[in-house]
């Protein structure tokens, strides 16, 4: 059975639980998404982003969809 990504995405901006992802030289925006199985509103939303245009160096907060839930 397939995990509920969503679900623990918003558990864990509920919970407040984060990562810090530096952007690497191959990274796009949509496949940071998807390697992460994140929405894509929802990264712009947390680190105040305007466009999907990433940079290399660039750090970004992602929920913690791997952490353990209580």
Same mark, same amino acid.
């Given at each position: 059975? /397939? @995990?509920?990504?969503?679900?623990?995405? /918003?558990?864990?901006?509920?919970?407040?639980? #984060?990562?810090?992802?530096?952007?690497?030289?191959? $990274? $796009?925006?949509?496949? +940071?998404?998807?390697? #992460? &199985? %994140?929405? @894509? /509103?929802?990264?712009?939303? +947390?680190? #105040?982003? &305007?466009? $999907? #245009?990433?940079?290399?160096?660039?750090? %970004?907060? %992602?929920?913690?969809?791997?952490?353990? %839930?209580?």
């Amino acid at each position: 059975m /397939e @995990p509920n990504w969503q679900a623990w995405e /918003e558990t864990a901006l509920l919970l407040r639980k #984060f990562v810090y992802y530096p952007v690497q030289q191959s $990274d $796009d925006f949509y496949g +940071i998404c998807q390697r #992460f &199985h %994140l929405r @894509p /509103e929802v990264v712009r939303s +947390i680190n #105040f982003m &305007h466009t $999907d #245009f990433v940079a290399p160096g660039m750090l %970004l907060r %992602l929920p913690d969809v791997a952490q353990k %839930l209580p």
